[in-house]
Protein backbone atom coordinates (compact mmCIF):
# COMPACT_ATOMS: atom_id res chain seq x y z
CA UNK A 1 0.00 0.00 0.00
CA UNK A 2 2.43 2.57 1.13
CA UNK A 3 4.76 1.71 -2.10
CA UNK A 4 1.57 2.42 -4.79
CA UNK A 5 1.03 5.94 -2.57
CA UNK A 6 4.78 6.74 -3.31
CA UNK A 7 4.39 5.81 -6.73
CA UNK A 8 1.64 7.99 -6.88
CA UNK A 9 3.12 10.67 -5.33
CA UNK A 10 5.82 10.57 -7.96
CA UNK A 11 3.74 10.29 -11.19
CA UNK A 12 2.04 13.58 -9.72
CA UNK A 13 4.99 15.25 -9.34
CA UNK A 14 6.17 14.28 -12.91
CA UNK A 15 3.25 15.41 -14.47
CA UNK A 16 3.53 18.80 -12.99
CA UNK A 17 6.95 19.56 -11.89
CA UNK A 18 7.09 23.22 -12.96
CA UNK A 19 4.12 23.90 -10.43
CA UNK A 20 5.71 21.73 -7.45
CA UNK A 21 9.06 23.24 -8.05
CA UNK A 22 7.64 26.48 -7.72
CA UNK A 23 5.76 25.64 -5.00
CA UNK A 24 8.77 24.41 -2.83
CA UNK A 25 11.11 26.77 -3.84
CA UNK A 26 8.31 29.38 -2.43
CA UNK A 27 7.91 27.17 0.92
CA UNK A 28 11.47 27.09 0.99
CA UNK A 29 12.29 30.69 1.08
CA UNK A 30 9.39 31.79 3.13
CA UNK A 31 10.01 29.08 5.87
CA UNK A 32 13.49 29.90 6.51
CA UNK A 33 12.51 33.86 6.93
CA UNK A 34 10.27 32.96 9.99
CA UNK A 35 12.82 30.96 11.57
CA UNK A 36 14.46 34.46 12.43
CA UNK A 37 13.62 35.75 16.11
CA UNK A 38 11.53 38.45 16.19
CA UNK A 39 9.89 40.54 18.62
CA UNK A 40 5.85 41.93 18.88
CA UNK A 41 6.20 45.49 19.81
CA UNK A 42 2.44 45.75 18.75
CA UNK A 43 -0.32 44.52 18.45
CA UNK A 44 -0.38 44.45 14.44
CA UNK A 45 3.12 42.41 14.49
CA UNK A 46 1.39 39.79 16.97
CA UNK A 47 -1.97 39.42 14.41
CA UNK A 48 0.45 39.14 11.25
CA UNK A 49 2.71 37.02 12.87
CA UNK A 50 -0.22 34.66 13.87
CA UNK A 51 -1.46 34.61 9.78
CA UNK A 52 2.23 34.16 8.75
CA UNK A 53 2.72 30.99 10.96
CA UNK A 54 -1.07 29.92 9.87
CA UNK A 55 -0.31 30.44 6.40
CA UNK A 56 2.78 28.69 5.74
CA UNK A 57 1.79 25.54 7.61
CA UNK A 58 -1.40 25.70 5.27
CA UNK A 59 0.82 26.59 2.14
CA UNK A 60 2.88 23.28 2.90
CA UNK A 61 -0.37 20.97 3.34
CA UNK A 62 -1.33 21.69 -0.30
CA UNK A 63 1.50 20.31 -1.93
CA UNK A 64 0.65 17.10 0.24
CA UNK A 65 -3.05 16.76 -0.46
CA UNK A 66 -2.07 17.93 -4.23
CA UNK A 67 0.37 14.97 -4.71
CA UNK A 68 -2.09 12.34 -3.09
CA UNK A 69 -4.63 13.82 -5.81
CA UNK A 70 -6.96 15.11 -3.28
CA UNK A 71 -8.31 18.29 -5.30
CA UNK A 72 -11.50 18.74 -2.76
CA UNK A 73 -9.32 18.80 -0.11
CA UNK A 74 -6.30 21.13 -2.08
CA UNK A 75 -8.85 23.68 -2.72
CA UNK A 76 -10.17 23.68 0.66
CA UNK A 77 -6.76 24.77 1.94
CA UNK A 78 -6.19 27.07 -1.08
CA UNK A 79 -9.29 28.53 -0.33
CA UNK A 80 -7.92 29.08 3.28
CA UNK A 81 -5.08 31.05 2.21
CA UNK A 82 -6.99 33.25 0.29
CA UNK A 83 -9.01 34.35 3.82
CA UNK A 84 -5.56 34.65 5.47
CA UNK A 85 -4.40 36.74 3.03
CA UNK A 86 -7.33 39.13 2.72
CA UNK A 87 -7.16 39.42 6.73
CA UNK A 88 -3.27 39.88 6.43
CA UNK A 89 -4.14 42.54 4.01
CA UNK A 90 -7.24 44.44 5.83
CA UNK A 91 -5.14 45.00 8.94
CA UNK A 92 -1.62 45.40 7.85
CA UNK A 93 -1.98 47.42 4.74
CA UNK A 94 -4.27 49.92 6.46
CA UNK A 95 -2.93 53.46 6.07
CA UNK A 96 -4.24 55.17 9.40
CA UNK A 97 -2.17 53.51 12.32
CA UNK A 98 -4.81 53.86 14.97
CA UNK A 99 -7.44 51.83 12.71
CA UNK A 100 -4.90 49.08 11.67
CA UNK A 101 -3.79 48.76 15.43
CA UNK A 102 -7.65 48.71 16.20
CA UNK A 103 -8.19 45.74 13.83
CA UNK A 104 -5.36 43.79 14.67
CA UNK A 105 -6.17 44.30 18.44
CA UNK A 106 -10.20 42.93 18.13
CA UNK A 107 -8.92 40.03 15.81
CA UNK A 108 -6.97 39.00 19.36
CA UNK A 109 -10.09 40.43 21.69
CA UNK A 110 -12.58 37.75 19.51
CA UNK A 111 -9.70 35.22 19.39
CA UNK A 112 -9.26 35.62 23.15
CA UNK A 113 -12.91 35.50 23.53
CA UNK A 114 -12.98 32.03 22.34
CA UNK A 115 -11.02 30.78 24.85
CA UNK A 116 -13.20 28.72 28.01
CA UNK A 117 -11.54 30.16 31.41
CA UNK A 118 -10.24 26.50 31.84
CA UNK A 119 -8.37 26.75 29.16
CA UNK A 120 -6.92 30.53 29.82
CA UNK A 121 -5.76 29.51 33.50
CA UNK A 122 -3.31 26.94 31.71
CA UNK A 123 -1.28 29.82 30.34
CA UNK A 124 1.43 31.17 32.47
CA UNK A 125 0.00 34.19 34.63
CA UNK A 126 1.97 37.44 32.73
CA UNK A 127 0.70 35.92 29.42
CA UNK A 128 -2.72 35.99 30.20
CA UNK A 129 -2.45 39.08 31.92
CA UNK A 130 -1.12 40.19 28.93
CA UNK A 131 -4.10 38.96 26.38
CA UNK A 132 -6.31 39.61 29.10
CA UNK A 133 -5.45 43.18 28.63
CA UNK A 134 -5.71 43.53 24.74
CA UNK A 135 -9.46 41.66 25.34
CA UNK A 136 -10.53 44.67 27.86
CA UNK A 137 -8.90 47.24 25.46
CA UNK A 138 -10.73 46.54 22.02
CA UNK A 139 -13.83 44.08 23.01
CA UNK A 140 -16.05 47.02 22.23
CA UNK A 141 -15.23 46.35 19.01
CA UNK A 142 -16.54 42.85 18.54
CA UNK A 143 -20.30 42.23 18.20
CA UNK A 144 -21.96 40.45 20.70
CA UNK A 145 -22.27 36.50 19.85
CA UNK A 146 -20.09 37.80 16.55
CA UNK A 147 -19.13 34.27 15.13
CA UNK A 148 -15.95 36.30 13.18
CA UNK A 149 -13.96 39.06 14.33
CA UNK A 150 -14.32 41.45 11.73
CA UNK A 151 -16.29 42.00 8.21
CA UNK A 152 -17.57 39.21 6.09
CA UNK A 153 -15.04 37.45 3.52
CA UNK A 154 -16.60 39.84 0.64
CA UNK A 155 -16.63 42.76 3.03
CA UNK A 156 -13.08 42.38 3.49
CA UNK A 157 -12.45 41.77 -0.04
CA UNK A 158 -14.69 44.81 -0.96
CA UNK A 159 -12.71 46.79 1.68
CA UNK A 160 -9.56 46.72 -0.12
CA UNK A 161 -10.76 46.91 -3.36
CA UNK A 162 -10.30 43.05 -4.20
CA UNK A 163 -14.51 42.49 -4.84
CA UNK A 164 -13.44 41.12 -8.35
CA UNK A 165 -11.18 39.08 -6.92
CA UNK A 166 -13.00 37.13 -4.27
CA UNK A 167 -16.01 36.75 -6.81
CA UNK A 168 -13.60 34.96 -9.29
CA UNK A 169 -11.31 32.92 -6.97
CA UNK A 170 -13.39 32.29 -3.90
CA UNK A 171 -16.52 31.03 -6.62
CA UNK A 172 -13.59 29.01 -8.36
CA UNK A 173 -12.00 27.41 -5.02
CA UNK A 174 -15.32 26.83 -3.38
CA UNK A 175 -16.86 25.21 -6.51
CA UNK A 176 -13.89 22.49 -6.38
CA UNK A 177 -13.66 22.13 -2.36
CA UNK A 178 -17.50 21.15 -2.55
CA UNK A 179 -17.12 18.55 -5.68
CA UNK A 180 -17.80 20.31 -9.01
CA UNK A 181 -21.32 18.85 -10.48
CA UNK A 182 -19.51 18.16 -13.99
CA UNK A 183 -16.79 16.63 -11.86
CA UNK A 184 -19.04 14.09 -10.18
CA UNK A 185 -21.07 13.47 -12.58
CA UNK A 186 -18.48 12.68 -15.54
CA UNK A 187 -17.04 10.34 -12.28
CA UNK A 188 -20.04 8.32 -11.69
CA UNK A 189 -20.80 7.86 -15.16
CA UNK A 190 -17.08 5.70 -15.52
CA UNK A 191 -17.79 1.86 -14.57
CA UNK A 192 -14.71 2.47 -12.43
CA UNK A 193 -14.95 5.24 -9.72
CA UNK A 194 -11.73 7.11 -9.99
CA UNK A 195 -10.65 8.40 -6.13
CA UNK A 196 -7.97 10.65 -7.01
CA UNK A 197 -6.91 13.11 -9.91
CA UNK A 198 -4.22 15.93 -10.01
CA UNK A 199 -5.71 17.79 -12.63
CA UNK A 200 -5.94 20.97 -10.63
CA UNK A 201 -2.79 20.77 -9.21
CA UNK A 202 -0.77 23.21 -10.62
CA UNK A 203 -3.71 25.68 -10.84
CA UNK A 204 -4.73 24.97 -6.72
CA UNK A 205 -0.46 25.22 -6.23
CA UNK A 206 -0.20 28.46 -8.15
CA UNK A 207 -3.31 29.98 -5.75
CA UNK A 208 -1.53 29.38 -2.60
CA UNK A 209 1.46 30.29 -3.62
CA UNK A 210 0.12 33.57 -4.13
CA UNK A 211 -1.84 33.65 -1.71
CA UNK A 212 0.78 32.73 0.63
CA UNK A 213 3.01 35.72 -0.88
CA UNK A 214 -0.17 38.27 0.09
CA UNK A 215 0.12 37.10 3.60
CA UNK A 216 4.11 37.41 3.35
CA UNK A 217 4.37 40.70 1.80
CA UNK A 218 2.56 41.59 5.28
CA UNK A 219 4.17 40.03 7.35
CA UNK A 220 7.68 41.23 5.65
CA UNK A 221 7.13 44.70 6.23
CA UNK A 222 6.50 44.65 9.87
CA UNK A 223 9.56 42.12 9.87
CA UNK A 224 12.09 43.14 7.15
CA UNK A 225 13.16 39.18 7.44
CA UNK A 226 13.56 38.91 3.67
CA UNK A 227 15.29 41.66 1.22
CA UNK A 228 12.78 42.92 -1.27
CA UNK A 229 14.43 41.83 -4.08
CA UNK A 230 14.50 38.52 -3.11
CA UNK A 231 10.63 38.75 -2.15
CA UNK A 232 10.31 40.61 -5.48
CA UNK A 233 11.43 37.84 -7.14
CA UNK A 234 9.15 35.03 -5.62
CA UNK A 235 6.24 36.77 -6.52
CA UNK A 236 7.20 37.45 -10.06
CA UNK A 237 7.90 34.06 -10.75
CA UNK A 238 4.32 33.29 -8.80
CA UNK A 239 2.17 35.35 -10.69
CA UNK A 240 4.52 34.42 -14.55
Same mark, same amino acid.
Given at each position: ????? #???????? +??? =? #? !??????????? %???????? $?????????? %??????? !??????????? !??????? *?? !??????????????? &??? +??? *?? /????? $? +????????????? =?????????? +? $?? #???????????????? @?????????????????? /?? &?? /????????????? =????????????????????? =????? &?????????????????? @????????????????
Amino acid at each position: MTDSI #TAYRKKVI +AAH =P #T !AFALHTRIDSV %LQRATQNP $RAHPTDVHIV %LDMLMIQ !AAKAHASVSIL !AQHGLME *DT !ATIARRLMELGVQAV &YIG +AES *DS /KERQR $R +AGTYLAFMWRQLP =PRIKHLLPSP +A $RT #TWSTIARRYGRFVKSK @AKTWGPTWRDMFCEIGGE /KV &YL /KDYSFLSAIAHGR =PDNQFFTFSSSTIRVHSHEFA =PVLLG &YSSRYYLVVAEQWNRQFG @ALAEDVFNRLVRDAMA
